[in-house]
């Protein structure tokens, strides 16, 4: 049997309605409940990656930790349109670190610290 996993972003509308032309399932959310309940109901409803705005991430950080260590849903933190409050790189470089011990990805930044 093959899967088919779907692709969803959620956030605010003006930074996901641009990827609706891709193909990709959008859904313009920015109230912490009601993101909180939608986070769970696309985890349930065959979603295989779901990118979350950041600052629709920051409120419910707690629940995406939650899907951590779970094959799927893949879930990536993308900066809105206003730009990125870099806690979506700090989610990839803590995922990278926590899987082989070291951060590969920091380079230079690594040698500042």
Do not use: C
């Not at 972003?9 to 920015?30: N, Q, S, Y």
């Not at 993101?35 to 109901?41: I, P, T």
């Not at 803590?94 to 690594?110: F, T, W």
């Amino acid at each position: 049997m093959i899967y088919m996993y779907k692709i969803g972003i959620m956030g605010d509308k003006d930074t996901i309605m641009v990827f609706k032309t891709l193909g990709v399932d959008t859904f313009p959310v920015e109230d912490e409940k009601e993101s909180r309940s939608l986070l769970r109901r696309l985890a349930r409803d065959n979603y295989g990656i779901i990118y979350i705005t950041e600052p629709l991430a920051e409120k419910i950080m707690d629940l995406i930790s939650e899907y951590e260590d779970s094959m799927t849903p893949a879930i990536i933190l993308i900066p809105t349109n206003q730009g990125s409050l870099g806690i979506g790189i700090k989610h990839i470089n803590d995922s990278v670190e926590k899987a082989i011990g070291v951060n590969i990805l920091l380079g230079e930044e690594a040698d500042k610290n």
